[in-house]
């Protein structure tokens, strides 16, 4: 429980800001928070409050992982890359051929979620394939 | 002669003062549970719990969810007209237990966490049990970033080790 109690602030944020499917388990000393946001600035917000309470994430006593729900198929996303091109390659693991690039910042659309880290996206210019989601954000 | 119908005078007249105290007592009884009944099912959250009156004391039985369900339950009978009393034998259903964390297997971790700090070349990483140590070197801007990335891979925890510039 002292867990829950350094992280209060943390998880009243996630239960007043809308994140559904919320579950905040502690297991062998790790706080374990999931949950779905209903926007990435809501995420943004969990994040810095957890970089408020644990400064440069070093205690390794949570794992949050918080997904967003306007991150669907069929909804649009932007490349989030520090500045180069994404790769969108032929099937999800940077083990595969590269079958097409978005640019830095450009709107994409996305087909279908694979997993937790890679999509099935579209661009305007008509390529599809698999991209890293750590480089997609979702629009709002 | 005369003992005799005194007797059956006596007999008939007990007969009607019962008929007349069941029949005072018993229909309201009855009425007073279909008006409990109705209050109970005009709220969804009372769907496990029934109520018997007699005498006026209305009982409360049934399941309900948690603590606030059983006063609601309590409150919602005491409310009804002519409920003298509630005895509340609600039984409260604890809470399931919490399902187990999901710790993601050391081989498809290993990967997808490889796959997340590809990017960062100065970043490295190692997974054992669960649990992912990052050591090496990371412009601070992309520490959110990439804890974001690795925390979202069901790890155990993750150790995070890196020399932040």
């Not at chain 1, 694979?114 to 629009?139: C, H, K, S, V």
């Not at chain 2, 409360?60 to 309590?74: M, N, P, R, S, Y």
């Not at chain 2, 925390?151 to 020399?163: D, G, I, W």
Request: proline content about 5%; glycine content about 6%.
């Amino acid at each position: 429980m002292a867990l829950q109690d350094k992280y209060k602030e943390l998880v009243d944020t996630a239960k007043t800001s809308g994140v559904s499917d919320l579950q905040v388990r502690e297991q062998d000393n790790v706080l374990y928070i999931d949950g779905v946001a209903p926007t990435g600035s809501v995420k943004d917000k969990l994040w810095d409050v957890y970089g408020r309470i644990d400064p440069d994430f070093r205690a390794a006593d949570v794992v949050m992982n918080i997904n967003v729900s306007t991150m669907a198929p069929g909804g649009k996303a932007k490349v989030v890359t520090e500045k180069s091109n994404l790769n969108i390659r032929k099937g999800p693991g940077t083990d595969q051929p590269i079958v097409g690039k978005a640019s830095h910042e450009e709107m994409v659309t996305l087909v279908s979620k694979m997993n937790d880290q890679w999509w099935l996206i579209r661009t305007d210019g008509g390529a599809e394939g698999y991209a890293f989601a750590q480089y997609l954000a979702p629009e709002n | 002669m005369k003992k005799t119908s005194l007797r059956w005078l006596t007999g008939m007249l007990l007969f009607f003062l019962t008929s007349i105290v069941f029949y005072s007592c018993g229909p309201k009884d009855t009425d007073i549970n279909a008006a409990v009944d109705a209050k109970l099912k005009a709220i969804p959250d009372l769907a496990g719990v029934t109520a018997t009156v007699k005498d006026g004391v209305a009982t409360i039985a049934g399941e309900c969810k948690d603590e606030a369900t059983k006063t609601l339950a309590e409150s919602t009978v005491k409310g009804v007209e002519h409920v003298k009393s509630v005895v509340n034998n609600c039984t409260v259903t604890p809470p399931p237990a919490p399902a187990p964390v999901v710790i993601a297997q050391d081989d498809p971790l290993t990967k997808s966490v490889n796959d997340a700090i590809k990017d960062y070349p100065t970043v490295k990483a190692e997974v054992k049990d669960g649990v992912v140590t990052l050591t090496g070197e990371l412009n601070r801007s992309s520490n959110k970033k990439l804890m974001q990335a690795i925390q979202q891979l069901h790890p155990k925890k993750v150790e995070n080790k890196l020399t932040l510039k």
